[in-house]
């Protein structure tokens, strides 16, 4: 059968359902994209208001792989596409109620004041720890605790953690949320060695390290990269359309959507979920109660957005990074802050400066309630006394991600087994999204490559023996 005959559903036009859709059209197939929102993007969701563009979801994404660039290409979006100011490259972390810069090289490691000379001195045991069991169900901490000591743990380790999966170290497993970590010590036999014989492996493969990939954002923000995708596809997409239940039967599969309170049936011959995990266990009545278990068992906590702005008259602080993050131990009421206006522009107007603070996550999922101003006067007045700020915000804005992240857990390898054989035995129903194989923008885009891949085979499989 040729693909232009085999209809392929794409639920959720979030940025792994769009970049996947935009693969399977241009390889021929019949796809259509079903999305509840109004608007494109899932997670990703930017907003203007006077002298700031705010973006309520990513504010960047790394570019991991070449993929993005040729994405980006081909939707015509690479005379939009920026990439952060240089300046924009220190990191700073909170100890003591004031910022140090993240080292990036070896003599700034031996000056910092981040570290102990005792935790300097033991992060050069490193080459010597031994391998450590399975990295499935032995957390990042346990990891980085065993092989660069407490302190890398408490201040480099555990805010970093934060920053990407505003997880909880000591719940994440280090073989499913941090792969190419775990890898090093696997196959290197430890991280040092790891890295320096894996920048090699990865000239050879022509991808970057996150370390090393540039950070992206578009002129207008990151939610320019979803809608431009359904610019190009748009009679594919069909946005305000609710999925509310698959079923099979003998011919494929039949989908009951509704739009504007109106009911629609439609049919698919295969289903690619890109909807969150939560959701995807909601839809199909076909699934064992094992699968929607697991679905429902991986936990997104929740993550409060909070953007600010302020004249920069009004600002102590140099703005010459990134941001900062905030160990645990440091006990602040957020976890940490991206200085969203010095990384990129067209961020806040010439004499303003923009910031996006993170409230929440598994660090402390039960922060927040009905009303949370006094939670947010708290971490403003936190946010001022670290940036030596005189007076109020004149741009305040929130947004509070229910259910923002997932986090891959312990045993998470358990969830991928249950996907796989849920895949197996429910053959052309297809589960994707952040919730495999990466979180990251980088990591979604990297991912439709690969869902494009196992459509493929499956449709050289089923269809075309
Ligand atoms: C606050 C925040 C900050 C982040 N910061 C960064 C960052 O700086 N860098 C980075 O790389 N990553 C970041 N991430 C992670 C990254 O943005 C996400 O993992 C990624 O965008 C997820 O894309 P997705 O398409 O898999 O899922 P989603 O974006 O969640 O898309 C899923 C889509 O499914 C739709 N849907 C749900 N139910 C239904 C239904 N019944 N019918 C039809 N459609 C449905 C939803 O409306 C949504 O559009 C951040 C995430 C958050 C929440």
Redesign the pocket.
């Known amino acids: 059968m040729e693909k232009e005959k085999i209809k392929v559903a794409v639920?959720?036009?979030?940025?792994?359902?769009l970049s996947t859709a935009y693969w399977l059209i241009k390889e021929g197939y019949d796809v259509t994209v079903?999305?509840?929102?109004r608007f494109?993007?899932?997670?990703?969701i930017t907003e203007t208001d006077d002298d700031y563009l705010i973006d309520?979801?990513?504010?960047?994404?790394?570019e991991t792989t070449p993929l993005i660039s040729k994405l980006v290409d081909e939707i015509g979006l690479k005379d939009q596409m920026i990439y952060a100011n240089e300046n924009a490259s220190i990191r700073y972390i909170l100890k003591n109620n004031s910022l140090h810069p993240l080292p990036t090289s070896a003599a700034a490691f031996l000056k910092t004041k981040l570290f102990s000379v005792k935790a300097k001195l033991r992060l050069m045991k490193e080459p010597f720890v031994g391998k450590s069991g399975d990295g499935y169900f032995q957390s990042i901490a346990e990891f980085v605790e065993r092989r660069l000591g407490r302190e890398f743990l408490d201040y480099a380790i555990d805010p970093f953690v934060s920053g990407v999966f505003a997880g909880d170290p000591a719940k994440l497993s280090v073989a499913s949320a941090f792969p190419k970590l775990y890898r090093l010590e696997e196959i290197y036999g430890g991280l040092i060695k790891g890295m320096i014989l894996g920048a090699r492996e990865r000239k050879k493969r022509n991808e970057e390290s996150k370390q090393s990939a540039k950070m992206f954002t578009f002129y207008n923000g990151m939610q320019s990269f979803p809608q431009a995708i359904t610019d190009k596809i748009k009679d594919n997409v069909r946005l305000k359309?609710?999925?509310e239940k698959i079923e099979k039967n003998d011919k494929g599969f039949k989908i009951y959507y509704s739009e504007q309170d109106f009911k629609f049936e439609a049919t698919a011959d295969i289903i690619l979920s890109?909807?969150?995990a939560y959701?995807a266990s909601e839809?199909y009545p076909a699934m064992d109660e094992t699968i929607v278990k697991t679905l429902n068992n991986i936990f997104y906590p929740p993550?409060m957005?909070l953007y600010l702005g302020y004249k920069k008259e009004n600002i102590g602080q140099p703005l010459d990074g990134f941001g900062f993050l905030i160990p645990s131990k440091e006990k602040k009421s957020f976890l940490g802050a991206i200085w969203s206006s010095t990384i990129f522009p067209n961020r806040a107007a010439k004499d303003k400066a923009s910031f996006t603070l993170?409230i929440g996550g598994s660090r402390s999922p039960n922060l927040f309630n009905k009303n949370n101003d006094d939670l947010i006067k708290n971490v403003i007045s936190e946010f001022s006394d670290i940036m030596k700020i005189k007076g109020e915000p004149e741009l305040l804005k929130t947004k509070l991600?229910e259910r923002?992240?997932p986090q891959y857990n312990l045993g998470y390898i358990q969830t991928e087994s249950a996907i796989k054989k849920f895949e197996k035995e429910n053959k052309g129903f297809f589960l994707g999204?952040?919730y495999l194989g990466g979180?990251?923008?980088?990591d979604?885009v990297k991912n439709s490559e690969i869902n494009l891949d196992r459509i493929n085979s499956f449709v050289k499989n089923e269809y075309q023996k």
Not at 34 to 37: A, D, G, K, L, V
Not at 40 to 44: K, L, S, T, V
Not at 56 to 62: A, I, K, Q, T
Not at 439 to 442: A, D, F, L, M, Q
Request: with cysteine; glycine share 20%.
């Open positions: 639920l959720g036009a979030g940025i792994s359902g079903y999305e509840s929102n494109p993007g899932g997670a990703m309520y979801g990513p504010n960047s994404g790394l359309c609710i999925i890109t909807m969150p959701k839809i993550v957005v993170f991600w923002a992240i999204g952040n979180i990251s923008v980088g979604c």
